[in-house]
């Protein structure tokens, strides 16, 4: 196993993981604000990379209409995604948005099945079945439903679904994604925001760092998948809705009562089947690959 790709895949997951942790010194700046900064000092990081990486062509071959039309889609499902975030992270609702992250797999092979014609497996099914159940007893046991939970999951698991249908490298999608929104969230900044682009605000550096924070667990997620087989790299992410759980929890305070433990219960169940049938899957697969080919007649 390379150790190097499992530690370029830790490095990311525990970024992604402990998130909350930064995007809390934010929450003095409107949701939107934040997302904005997000998204505004993200490019310049990826300019640079595309140029270290001279990957100028790539982003070319990336703006054909037939790529052009999904990394529009993509683009505003990941920024739905981030606002989501920075606004659960802002209303104290960090565990609830974990729950949206472990249902994240769960549901791109829930959109795999619906959108791709993809077969699942029963304990696939079984997976789906327990975690529907926790997203209700969350409704029930706790008294209403996991929004920023779901908003996080389901914006995830489309803009997943939407970069399937455009093949291009993960940084170069996301550079396009990024160029495209980059005018609304400049004429956003520069007309309404309170922050300009050079303050004194002690929030200041925790806004213009957030692009670089935002592509460096990225960056080191695409290094890890060219090493590490992308079944283990699924197992792995679930570390990150694990440590944001537990940033919300230990580190910020938020409640996890009786109620909230039934109801992560099933979800956690779920991933437990999930991570099993993705265990015995790979297993199966080593077995035919160790197999001696057939012998021509």
Known sequence: MDRKGITLAMVSFFMWGTFPLYWVNTIQVPAFEVL???GFWLVP??????????????????????????????????A????VYVWAVAEQAVTEAALG????????VAMGMLLFGEKLSRLKYCALGFAAVGVLSVAVLVGEWPWFGLAVGFSFAAYSSARKMVKVESIVGLSVESMVLFPIWAIYLAV???????TSEPTAIWLILGGAVTAIPLITHVAAARRIPLSLLGMLFFTVPTLQMASGVLVLGEPFDLERGVAFGFIW?????????????????KVRLDQPADQPG
């Open 101 to 108: 992250y472990y249902l994240t797999p769960l549901l791109n």
């Open 269 to 285: 169940t779920a991933v437990a089947i999930f991570l099993y049938d993705e265990y015995r899957r790979s297993q199966a697969s």
């Open 36 to 38: 904005s900064h997000r």
């Open 45 to 78: 990081v990826l300019i640079l990379v595309i140029l270290l990486r001279r990957l100028w062509p790539d982003i070319q071959r990336a703006l054909a209409i037939s790529n052009l039309k999904w990394l529009l889609l993509s683009a505003v499902l990941i």
């Open 80 to 83: 739905i995604n981030w606002g």
């Open 192 to 198: 309404w925001g309170d922050i300009k682009w050079v």
